[in-house]
């Protein structure tokens, strides 16, 4: 691959991205879809690819100048890179089974809280989405001195938590620094074999394995694009380029989910980017035969063009649901908001979202609003959560989002870390929240409650009990789990 061609590509990096940056429409599609690839709502992880995508061409570059890469045997290289890929992802894996340890709670869903004057943030992890080593970015910004005023999530609470966080920050600032460098080393090592759609796969590749490193660990659902990215790279640069290595990212792929699946570790519901994935590999497949003058009409391709067909269908409902919601439409649609500034006034809240529909029913306490409404007409959430911005003018994020009206009860302990009276914290109900039972633990200082929530989403009773508690007055630190 030519220098020119790594110039072209940085360069079109950048002009798509001054593009995102005037064309808010254009940058909610580009967060959905880098919601899909890779996780995550906010912008500033978009601007992360983009300042990615934007820099490798021209590493790659400045690395193939110094010729360090002839130096090193490419197989050697691979082995080290793996290494240190592996090494990533069970760092993660470790801290997580340390911290959940603690408390017997490996399989339950971790949440924690800060609300102080400058600084308010909450974040959930588990071993499905580990956020654990995301105090890492916390460290960085305590260390920098820089301050992102909560704008996203930086791993501030679980900072607090977690045991020795410098030294657990500092290793995976080791591994992210050397998985950079060698991946780096190993793209210019194979720079000649490589085609551009290889290049683009491994950037791509190379920065799903950097985020899911520090956020989402190896059992994330989003791994299987990792899969995807570097079975590409792959085929492109060491096979024969048959029709049948085409079909190997697909293959791995769907591999890599079902495996996902068959061992409990996903349900089907939870594997939403297998449809995706298949579909990109299927693309992938027809367009590269079709580039080879190698595209035959016969039964194997026409089932194989069903299928795309199908995930082509199914992958577009997606994006366009992780880039503006999950469409409202008809009576009893539950909406929940979060991200309210404190200064704002509930009826303004209430106002703008009565200007979508009736509103049957709505609650707010501190950043968080619930309302179940009759919707005028079919709405996705981003254009409620684009009004409610410009009206109340958040300094840090602010998302609102549809559920489902299905009850959910659920069980949580809430670790309070010294002798409480519960009683002040946790109220009989709040929001669309109901205590069904609770009861207090002197000896381990735990409260375990089980609620009932009109919602059947388990991250917002979660959030909402985080809330509730601070809202009552609890200020230090605390962690609640399911249980």
């Known amino acids: 691959m030519e220098n020119k061609k790594l110039v072209i590509l940085g360069a079109g990096t950048a002009v798509l991205t001054a593009l995102y940056l005037l064309i808010p429409e254009f940058a909610f599609l580009l967060r959905g879809a880098m919601q899909a690839f890779f996780g995550g709502n906010s912008f500033g992880k978009l601007l992360f690819a983009s300042a990615w995508f934007a820099l490798i061409p021209f590493l ?262 992780f880039s503006y919601g999950l469409n409202i439409e008809g009576q009893n649609q539950g909406i929940f908001i979060y991200g309210i500034p404190d200064n704002s006034e509930s009826k303004e809240v209430l106002k703008t979202i009565e200007e979508f529909g009736t509103v049957k029913e709505f609650e707010r306490e501190g950043w968080l609003a619930y309302a179940i409404i009759d919707a005028d007409k079919s709405f996705r959430p981003i254009e409620l959560q684009n009004r409610l911005v410009q009206k109340l003018k958040p300094e840090t994020y602010l998302y609102a989002m549809k559920k489902e009206v299905v009850p959910l009860v659920k069980r949580f302990k809430v670790h309070w870390f010294q002798e409480v009276d519960d009683s002040k914290f946790i109220k009989q109900k709040f929001l669309d929240i109901e205590v069904i039972e609770k009861s207090y633990d002197p000896k381990n200082q735990t409260t375990t409650v089980t609620l009932k929530s009109k919602t059947n989403y388990q991250a917002w009773s979660l959030l909402a009990l985080l809330s509730h508690i601070r809202e009552n007055g609890f200020e230090e630190k605390m962690l609640v789990h399911t249980t």
């Open 60 to 321: 790659v570059i400045g690395v193939r100048k110094t010729r360090i890469q002839e130096k090193i045997n490419a197989q050697n290289l691979e082995k080290i890179f793996s290494a240190i890929v592996i090494a990533g992802f069970a760092l993660g894996f470790i801290q997580l089974l340390i911290f959940t340890n603690q408390f017997d709670s490996f399989i339950e869903s971790h949440g924690a809280m800060i609300d102080s004057e400058n600084y308010k943030n909450w974040e959930a992890s588990g071993y499905s989405h580990n956020h654990f080593p995301k105090i890492t970015l916390k460290f960085i910004e305590k260390t920098s001195g820089l301050d992102f005023g909560g704008k996203f999530d930086d791993g501030g609470p679980f900072y607090e938590l977690v045991q020795f966080p410098e030294a657990w920050s500092l290793a995976f600032i080791v591994v992210l620094a050397l998985l950079l460098i060698s991946g780096i080393l190993l793209l210019t090592k194979e720079i000649e074999n490589t085609s551009t759609l290889g290049f683009v796969a491994f950037s791509a590749g190379l920065l799903g394995i950097f985020i899911r490193i520090i956020d989402g660990g190896v059992l994330e659902n989003g791994i299987p694009f990792v899969a995807f990215f570097f079975l590409v790279w792959w085929v492109e640069k060491k096979t024969n380029k048959t029709k049948i290595d085409y079909l190997i990212p697909c293959l791995g792929t769907g591999f890599f989910a079902m495996l996902m699946i068959s061992t409990g570790f996903r349900s089907y519901s939870g594997t939403y980017p297998l449809s995706l994935a298949m579909f990109l590999s299927l693309a992938y497949y027809f367009v590269r035969i079709f580039q080879q003058k190698k595209l035959e009409i016969n039964w194997g391709n026409a089932g194989l063009a069903i299928i795309l067909i199908f995930t082509a269908n199914l992958s577009f409902g997606l994006l366009m649901d």
